[in-house]
């Protein structure tokens, strides 16, 4: 089992780390185990990777970076913003919070029918971060999970909450990195 000393005979066991392997029904500790754990990977991207793309999470159609861009320039429709949310098995207001969109200019945008090209850029940063955390950690249920729990490497903030700026969804893309390489933070 991986864990590292902290302050004499105290162990810290890395739970994200932990979780993800178990959600993989793995836990690496021999060389034989990563191979079980690539099997496992391969297995979970047939089931799962085939239907998932970028902006899936939004209900947008597969496409490259540039019709993305295009499609975030004109503004996404409400109903994208609405998809994510059931998607992510949160309520409206709590993903116009994470979005930085106040009430009122929430009601503005359900009358204009479709959101402006900066809240349809953050809109597709906040789906895209849910899908690379339902990848590293095996599916929504977890992703949900994590994305709402403090964690210590975000200095006890909760990803989600943390994802709220440019700078912070970095932070969350970056522990995601180390969790899915099994680094410890």
């Not at 402006?116 to 599916?139: M, T």
Request: glycine residues 10%; charged residues 30%; hydrophobic residues 35%.
């Amino acid at each position: 089992m991986r864990e590292r000393k902290v302050k004499g005979d105290k162990t810290q066991i890395n739970k994200d780390f932990m979780v993800v392997m178990a959600s993989k029904g793995e836990i690496p500790d021999v060389p034989e185990g990563y191979q079980r754990m690539a099997d496992a990977w391969l297995i979970f991207e047939k089931v799962i990777g085939k239907e998932s793309h970028t902006g899936s999470s939004l209900g947008l159609p597969a496409g490259n970076s540039s019709t993305l861009i295009k499609i975030v320039k004109e503004g996404l429709p409400l109903k994208n913003f609405k998809y994510l949310s059931d998607y992510m098995n949160i309520t409206l207001s709590e993903l116009a919070r994470v979005l930085c969109i106040p009430d009122r200019t929430l009601a503005r945008r359900r009358r204009e029918g479709r959101l402006h090209a900066d809240e349809s850029d953050r809109l597709l940063r906040i789906g895209i971060l849910f899908e690379n955390a339902a990848r590293v950690l095996g599916g929504r249920d977890q992703a949900q999970q994590w994305l709402k729990t403090p964690k210590k490497a975000l200095g006890g903030e909760i990803p989600l909450e943390y994802a709220n700026t440019e700078i912070g969804a970095r932070e969350v893309e970056d522990l995601l990195g180390r969790i899915e390489h099994g680094v410890f933070s």
